[in-house]
């Protein structure tokens, strides 16, 4: 049931994103990620629907887990937690020895999931700066 992304899988998995409620990443932004880590980016599939997704990535010394996200018609099933579970072990394959992430202060439910996930809260700040260089993030 959890599977690499594919790019057929895109249109998917951002209505996925939109229906959590989630940035939708556009393709242009998951492009040069998928050239580092395509292993990383799951799709959760039951029954050939894509009903969730998790964005991990590798920096070499630390996992990083982004933009979870289950269809609500999906929730309360597990979904999450396997596909947090195939994460983990693709980053104990690679070696890495702690995994991070950042939920919004509001998202209670996003922190009681994550706290059941043996994920606690730090007290780090995020900061944040774009880079004038760059074009802007949509
Ligand atoms: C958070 C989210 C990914 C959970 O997906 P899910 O597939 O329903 O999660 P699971 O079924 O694996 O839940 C595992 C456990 O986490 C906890 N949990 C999950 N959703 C919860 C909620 N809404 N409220 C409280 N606890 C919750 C429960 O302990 C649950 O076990 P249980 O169902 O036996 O009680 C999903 O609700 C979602 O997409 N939310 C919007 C996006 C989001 O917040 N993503 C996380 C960003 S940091």
């Not at 050239?35 to 920096?59: M, N």
């Not at 630390?62 to 289950?70: E, H, K, S």
């Not at 609500?72 to 597990?78: I, L, S, V």
């Not at 009681?112 to 004038?132: I, N």
């Amino acid at each position: 049931m959890i599977r690499t992304f594919r790019w057929e899988d895109y249109d998917a998995v951002a209505a996925v994103w939109a229906a959590a409620g989630a940035d939708v990443l556009p393709r242009a932004e998951l492009e040069p990620k998928l050239t580092r880590d395509p292993e990383l980016f799951l799709v959760a599939a039951p029954e050939g629907i894509i009903a969730g997704t998790v964005l991990g990535t590798w920096d070499g010394r630390r996992g990083w887990i982004f933009r979870l996200a289950v269809d609500p018609a999906h929730r309360r099933k597990g979904i999450a937690t396997s596909l947090v579970h195939e994460l983990e072990s693709r980053f104990e394959a690679l070696g890495c020895p702690r995994v991070n992430l950042l939920v919004l202060p509001h998202n209670k439910a996003g922190l009681r999931f994550w706290q059941e996930l043996g994920y606690l809260p730090a007290p780090d700040v995020l900061c944040t700066k774009p880079l004038r260089s760059q074009p802007p993030e949509k």
